[in-house]
T-cell receptor, first 115, second 118 residues
């Protein structure tokens, strides 16, 4: 069974700082990769996704993630964070072509951006 | 967009009662719906996968007689917590898959239902 790990449980940054959140997965085959964001009091929203092609994926709100197959990683980045980026971020994985579509989530990273 | 709604958004009930939570895909037909549970400060844990017209597939450790899932149509799935107890208090979240091509489905999440069993 696949697993997903997010190494940083809590991250505190000042506005304009750069962000990188780690995500590693364990699965031997081809995968689909996702980052979801959950703002305080709101539901999960898709931030970006990778299925195939260019390993550098751009998402909404200036976020991007890079899939490095050799490292089984899909780290999330943003060059300059804003206070409004305060949220919890979840990395998720499912095997490509999986008709069941089951997602395996990482433990989440709580990001707090200080104004 | 792809909007998923849940009803109710929160519910408080007495121990022993049953609670039904609805999950609807508002502007698309969902091939599959999922039910998750999220404990405070923890990640989402998949409870079951629901396909329209067939029995739900439950994850290991999830009691199917306790958490009844009915997937009546391509836009509606319901989760019924039967004979709820305080330990069932949690945040229940559904998601729906919008078919975008084989192996490229994306899950869209509902806002969640907070259940408190007294």
């Amino acid at each position: 069974a696949q697993s997903v790990s997010q190494h940083n449980h809590h991250v505190i940054l000042s506005e304009a700082a750069s962000l990188e959140l780690g995500c590693n997965y364990s699965y031997g085959g081809t995968v689909n990769l996702f980052w979801y964001v959950q703002y305080p009091g709101q539901h999960l929203q898709l931030l970006l996704k990778y299925f195939s092609g260019d390993p550098l994926v751009k998402g909404i709100k200036g976020f991007e993630a890079e899939f490095i197959k050799s490292k089984f990683s899909f780290n999330l980045r943003k060059p300059s964070v804003q206070w409004s980026d305060t949220a919890e971020y979840f990395c998720a994985v499912n095997p490509a072509g999986n008709a069941g579509n089951m997602l395996t989530f990482g433990g989440g990273t709580r990001l707090m951006v200080k104004p | 967009g792809a909007v998923v709604s849940q009803h109710p958004s929160w519910v408080i009930c007495k121990s022993g009662t049953s609670v039904k939570i609805e999950c609807r895909s508002l502007d698309f037909q969902a091939t599959t719906m999922f039910w998750y549970r999220q404990f405070p400060k923890q990640s989402l844990m998949l409870m079951a996968t629901s396909n329209e017209g067939s029995k739900a597939t439950y994850e290991q450790g999830v009691e199917k007689d306790k958490f009844l899932i009915n997937h009546a149509s391509l836009t509606l799935s319901t989760l019924t917590v039967t004979s709820a107890h305080p330990e069932d208090s949690s945040f229940y979240i559904c998601s729906a898959t919008r078919l975008a091509g084989e192996g490229r489905e994306t899950q869209y999440f509902g806002p969640g239902t907070r259940l408190l069993v007294l």
